[in-house]
C-alpha cells in the first residue's frame, strides 16, 4: 500500500533530512543547532522503528513500503554523516566507506534479485548492528556536547562509536558479499 501509515512514515523520515540539513543555517547559537539537530534526528531514527513495527501490528506491509524503508535509512545517515563531514566531526574516509558500502550493497541487493537470489543478502543481524551503531554515533556527533555529569564529551564518544560503525560496515559487507558469490558463479555458468 502506497498511503498507509507505516509508508507515511518512511515519507517522514526523507521529508525530515533537508530539516536536519537546514537547522545548520539557522542564525542560532551553535550549541542550540547541536541540540536541534540531534533531538530531530532521534525523532526521526525512531520512525525507523515505528514504521516496521506498525507495519507488521496492522499487517499494512508491501513491496512498496519494504523498497522504501532502507531507501530512507540510506538517505538519513548519508546525508547526515556529508554533515558531520562539512562540520569536521567525522573522518573522510570514514564517511566514504560508510556512504560506499550502503551504495554497493543496495546495488547488490538489486542486482541479486534480478537473477532470483535475494536471500543471499537479506537482512543480516551484523547489518542490523551496524545500522544502531552508526545512529547512536550520529547522534553523538550531531549533539557534540557535554554528556552528564561525568563530563564525557559527546564527540569522543561519537568517535569512537563512528569508528566502530565503521569496523561493522566492512565486515558486513564482507559477508554479504561472501553469501552472494556462489549465487553469482552460478547465475555467471
Avoid at 525512531?46 to 524503508?69: H, I
Amino acid at each position: 500500500m502506497f498511503w498507509n501509515l507505516p509508508t507515511l512514515l518512511t515519507w517522514a523520515r526523507i521529508v525530515a533530512i533537508p530539516l536536519i540539513v537546514g537547522i545548520f543555517y539557522l542564525p542560532m547559537p551553535s550549541a542550540e543547532i547541536n541540540l536541534w539537530a540531534c533531538g530531530l534526528f532521534i525523532v526521526v531514527a525512531l520512525t525507523d522503528w515505528l514504521d516496521g513495527w506498525l507495519a507488521r501490528r496492522l499487517n499494512q506491509t508491501s513491496s512498496f513500503g519494504a523498497f522504501l524503508d532502507p531507501v530512507a535509512d540510506k538517505f538519513l545517515v548519508c546525508a547526515s554523516l556529508l554533515i558531520l563531514l562539512e562540520l569536521g566531526r567525522v573522518n573522510a574516509v570514514v564517511a566514504l566507506i560508510i556512504i560506499g558500502r550502503e551504495i554497493a550493497i543496495s546495488a547488490l541487493r538489486e542486482w541479486m534479485a534480478q537473477i532470483g537470489a535475494s536471500r543471499s543478502v537479506a537482512v543480516h543481524m551484523l547489518g542490523k548492528l551496524k545500522t544502531a551503531a552508526q545512529m547512536a554515533a550520529i547522534m553523538l556527533l550531531l549533539y557534540d556536547g557535554d554528556f552528564g555529569p561525568l563530563g564525557v564529551h559527546a564527540r569522543t564518544l561519537g568517535t569512537w562509536l563512528i569508528y566502530i560503525a565503521c569496523g561493522l560496515t566492512i565486515w558486513s559487507m564482507a559477508y554479504y558479499l561472501k553469501r552472494s558469490i556462489p549465487d553469482i558463479i552460478a547465475k555467471a555458468r
